[in-house]
Nanobody, 119 residues
Framework: VQLVESGGGLVQPGGSLRLSCTTS????????MSWYRQAPGKERELVAFIRSAGGSTNYADSVKGRFIISRDNAKNTVYLQMNSLKAEDTAVYYC?????????????WGVGTQVTVSS
């Protein structure tokens, strides 16, 4: 199983970035996908979620209206479009795949990509 994030970097406040998470080794279309982030000295927090079936989404209050999560099941990839970035969005962003089958819970993580919002 592999989850590889890309697209992070340094951006000025008000700018945009698009993160990608390309996956392999599991049936991507059957997994709920999420983006988490962890800022220095803080706990990892859920940023955005997209369900496997139907593609319903959910967002942290802090990013609602600015971030958009989407998925391309043909490419086994999930995206996070981040607009109107703020300094407080600075963090390492992680991709997560999760699925429950019966009593078994499957949960996979990427290694993260750094996003720095600074002038």
């Amino acid at each position: 199983v592999q989850l590889v994030e890309s697209g992070g970097g340094l951006v000025q406040p008000g700018g945009s970035l698009r993160l990608s998470c390309t996956t392999s080794g599991f049936t991507f279309s059957r997994y709920d996908m999420s983006w988490y982030r962890q800022a220095p000295g803080k706990e990892r927090e859920l940023v955005a979620f997209i369900r496997s079936a139907g593609g319903s989404t959910n967002y942290a209050d802090s990013v609602k209206g600015r971030f958009i999560i989407s998925r391309d099941n043909a490419k086994n990839t999930v995206y996070l479009q981040m607009n109107s970035l703020k300094a407080e969005d600075t963090a390492v962003y992680y991709c997560n795949a999760a699925r429950t089958i019966g009593i078994n819970y499957y949960n996979y993580w990427g290694v993260g990509t750094q996003v720095t919002v600074s002038s």
